[in-house]
C-alpha cells in the first residue's frame, strides 16, 4: 500500500466498519446462530417441507419469467432509447427507473387495481380467459415491473459505447441487419443483458411488498417464499421463519456471488475501459 | 459514413417503428397504466373525498411515523455513505473489494429476511430480547425497529452513489490542498464535496424515497399497531385490505409523488454531469 497524505483512512474505515458490523453483520449471525439451534433434523423437515418447497419453486419459476420477459423486451427498450429519435423518449428513458423509486406497496395496490376483474386491464383479459389478479400470472407481472429498470440501465451503456464501425464493416462484408445484430452486437450487449437479467431475478426472488397484493396468496398455489416467512412470524414459529430465511439468505449470497462474477466478466469484455473493481459502477437499487 | 451504407446499418423504416411501438406498448402498460392508476383512483371520487382521507388521524400518525423515520435513516446512512466512500475510494487497503461486497450486501437480502434478522436480535425470543425486557426498552413492534429496518434496506444508497465518483476523482486535488497547508476537514468540505455533490444529491433523495417507501422489511418489524407503527406503506395496507380503496390510494399518491419528484432530481443530475463532462473534454 502506497503511503498516502489523505487523512481520515483510520477513522472513516474504523466507522464504516462498525456501523456495518453493528447494523448488518450482527443480525446476519443472529439468524445464523438462531437457526443452529433448530437442530439439522428439525431444519431439514421445515425447509423440506411441500409447503415449503412449492414457495421456492414459485418464487424462482416466477422471477425467472419475469427477468426472462425484461431480458428480451429490456433489451429491445435500451435498443430503442438508444438508436432512435421519437416524441416523447426522454420522459420515457426517465420513467425506467419508476420501479426502483416507487414504494413496493404502491406498485402492489396499482397493478392489483388494473389487473383485477374489473380493472382496466383485468376485464378485456378475463374476457379473452385470461385471468392475471390472484393467480401465478399476476406474481409474474408484479416481478417483470419490478425487474424491468435492470436489463435496460445495464445494456444501454454498452450500446452507447458500441463502436457502429463494427456494423458498417459487417454490412460492407454483405450480412444482412438481423445477421448483424445476432452476430456482431449482441456479443457485445449479451454480458450486460445476462447481469440484468441476473440482477432481476436476484431482485424477485425476495420481493415482497408488489407481490402479496396481486398474488392471493394461497398456500401450495400462489404463495411466495418471503411471505411464507411472514405467515410463520404470525403463526409464532419463530423456528420455521427463521430457517427458511436461513434457505432465502444462502441463496441471496449465491446470487451475489454469481452477480459479481457476471460483472467481472462483463466488465473484462466490454470494449471501454472498465473500472477494475466491478462493484463501482453506480448502483442499482434492489430490495424494498 | 457514406449514405450508400446508411441503410445497411440501419433499419427500415417499417421495423424501426415496429420496435419503437413495442418499446412503448412495453413501458406505458407497465410504468405509466400503473402510474396513471394511482392517481385516477385517488381523485375518483373528487378532490374533497382525496383531502378528507388527511384528516383520519391514523393516517396523519403513519405520515408523522414515516418522516420520523426518514428523518433518522437517512442521516445515519448520509454519515456512513460519507465515510465509506472516502474509506473506500481514496485509499488502497487488503480486504477491498471484500468490504465493497459486504456494503452492497443489504441490496441482495430480501426485505422481510431483513426485518425478521432484527426480531431474531431484539425480539422477545431474540438474542437480546430477554436483557431488553428486563431493562424495559421495546425495539420490535416499536419505532427503533421501524427505524433500524429502513437503516437496513437503504442502508448502500449513498455510499453507492459516492463511491465511483470519489475514486473517479482521484486524489490529485485532495493532495494539492493538504500541500497548500488545508486540514482534512477543509479539504473533504471545499474540495471533495463541491466535487460529489450532485451524486451525494441524488443518493440522500434516493435513500430518502426508499425510506419512506419501505414496505416489507418495516413490516416484520412493526407489528401493525394501528396509529402507533403503522407508517405510510403500511398504512396503504390496512386501507386496502379494508376496501377504502381512495384513501388507500390517496396516501400512495404522495409516495408515488415523492418517487416522481426522485426521478426528476435522476434526470437533472444525469444531466448537470453530462453538460460538466462535456465541459472537461
Redesign the interface.
Known sequence: ??R??????G???G???C??SL??????A??F??TSKIGWHEFWHIVTAPRALAAYGLSFGASLIGAAINFV?GT??A???V??Q?PFK?L?D??????????????G???T??YAPNG??GRPLAELGIHVAFTRLGIVVAL??IG?PFVVRTVQPVLEDLD?EL??AA??LGAG?WQ?FRRVVYPAIAPAAITGFALAF?RG?????SVI?IAGNMPMRTEI???L??TK?EEYD?SG??AI?TV??LI??A??LG??GLQRWSGGRSERDA?E?P?????????? | MPASLAPAISESPLVKWLLIGVSVLFLGVFLLVPLGCIFAVAFGHGVLAYLTTFRDPDTLSSIRLTLLAALIAVPCNLVFGVAAAWAIGKFEFFGKSLLISLVDLPFSISPVVAGLTYVLLFGSHGWFGGWLAAHNVQIIFAVPGIVLATIFVTFPFIARELLPMMSAQGNDEEEAALTLGANGWQTFFKVTLPNVKWALLYGVILCNARAMGEFGAVSVVSGHIRGLTDTMPLQIEVLYNDYQFVPAFAVASLLALLALATLVVKSAVEWRSAVVERGTK
Open positions: 500500500m502506497r498516502s497524505i489523505i487523512p481520515g483512512f477513522l472513516t474505515l466507522f464504516t466498519l456501523y456495518l447494523l448488518v453483520l450482527l443480525p446476519l443472529a439468524t446462530v438462531q423486451l429491445l427498450v435498443w430503442v432509447l438508436r432512435y421519437f426522454r420515457l426517465s420513467l425506467v427507473d419508476l420501479p426502483f423509486a416507487l414504494p413496493t406497496a404502491v406498485a395496490i396499482a397493478l387495481t388494473i382496466l386491464l417483470t415491473f424491468l457502429r456494423e458498417e454490412a460492407s441487419r448483424t436476484a426472488v425476495g420481493e415482497y411488498g397484493f417464499a418471503p411471505l416467512i411472514v412470524l419463530y421463519a427463521t430465511a432465502m439468505l441471496s449470497f446470487l451475489l452477480i459479481n473500472p473493481e462493484a463501482l459502477r453506480p448502483a442499482f437499487g434492489t430490495g424494498g
